[in-house]
């Protein structure tokens, strides 16, 4: 074989090769989104075991109905976001860890935290 005729057969093999690649048309799997940032936050800061109604800040957070609210764990040791009522239970946020919980409806929501009961908190829904 020439040079001349490989260098040919090998550009078409490339191209078909190229061509032939995977296509998304309907019916594919679309990529999730990335999570939404920069909603109603509340921390937990250092020494939060100690700190009683101002463990989370702030609180109370006043949020619309249908917003999903974020607790940070700042502090260096666990700790949870529980509702007083049947509501949600984080179970251990660990330091540097997140938890969230949507409020779809109005209402005021008070919650502590199960591993120290003097830290508490309000989420107040409008």
């Known amino acids: 074989m020439s040079f001349a005729r490989f260098a040919v057969t090998s550009a078409i093999l490339m191209l078909a090769a190229g061509c032939g690649?995977?296509?998304a048309g309907?019916?594919?799997p679309t990529p999730t989104p990335?999570?939404?940032t920069g909603g109603p936050e509340i921390t937990i800061p250092r020494?939060?075991?100690?700190?009683g109604t101002r463990a989370f800040s702030p609180s109370p957070l006043e949020v619309t109905a249908g917003?999903?609210?974020t607790w940070t764990n700042t502090d260096t040791v666990d700790h949870t976001s529980t509702s007083n009522a049947a509501g949600w239970n984080s179970g251990n946020i660990a330091p540097g860890r997140q938890f969230s919980v949507a409020f779809p409806n109005a209402g005021t929501f008070a919650y502590h935290c199960t591993i120290h009961p003097g830290m508490v908190g309000t989420v107040?829904?409008?």
């Open 21 to 23: 690649g995977y296509s």
């Open 26 to 28: 309907p019916g594919s």
């Open 34 to 36: 990335p999570p939404v």
């Open 47 to 51: 020494g939060a075991e100690v700190l």
């Open 67 to 69: 917003a999903t609210v």
């Open 124 to 126: 107040v829904v409008k």
